[in-house]
């Protein structure tokens, strides 16, 4: 879909304090993008992968490299 991305998985870290954190260190390592903790919306849990969810809107200008 269009402006749609998906940032590609990850696992929690030990240095990783909970789902979230682990999400927004996934989204800078592999897109370089750098938002706050209170924008990401979780949108629930995966039981067959064992993960959260967690979707973030993106601002004009922000792009994903």
């Known amino acids: ?3 749609l991305h998906q940032s590609l998985g990850g696992a ?6 909970n789902s979230l ?3 927004l260190r996934e ?5 370089g993008l750098r938002v706050h903790q209170s924008r990401p ?3 629930g849990y995966d039981p ?5 969810i967690y979707a973030i809107e ?3 200008g922000e792009n994903p490299q």
């Open 1 to 3: 879909m269009y402006g």
């Open 12 to 17: 929690v870290e030990t240095k990783d304090s």
């Open 21 to 23: 954190e682990a999400a």
């Open 27 to 31: 989204l800078r390592e592999e897109t």
């Open 41 to 43: 919306k979780w949108i």
């Open 48 to 52: 067959k992968y064992n993960c959260d």
């Open 58 to 60: 993106l601002d004009i």
